[in-house]
């Protein structure tokens, strides 16, 4: 990532393609991975905000081959996030690159914070969320 993407904090992960692959009831956010190409590979990503969320989520595919939801705000300046493919790790898209592991624990970078992991299960082709 360049530095001027940094020095404006602009993610490489970005909104599904196809919006209707996610939905939110209550505070259970479901994601149909038939509609989320983008999810078919390891370090493939979304960004789920907006359109009835109140939280930003960062849902990717790990270097593990699993799914993870992330709360996408990061806890130094609240930049977003990507999935830093073949590292195990999130890492900021702003200057002070913070880094997490795949349960949202600081490993380094401006941030002091941890960020918060949500729970997720995986069934068939339907990504089931905790908010
Ligand atoms: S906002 Fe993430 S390192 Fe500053």
Redesign the pocket.
Known sequence: MGFFQRLF?ICQTNPPADPSCWNVTGSTLTVDLQKSPELAASGGAIRIDGRGIDKRVLVFKGDDDQYHALINR??????RLDPMLGEGTVQ???????TYDYCGKRLS???RKDIRALELKHEGSTLTIDL
């Open positions: 904090g990061c806890g130094h300046g609240g930049r900021c898209c702003s200057i002070g690159k913070s970078g401006s941030s």
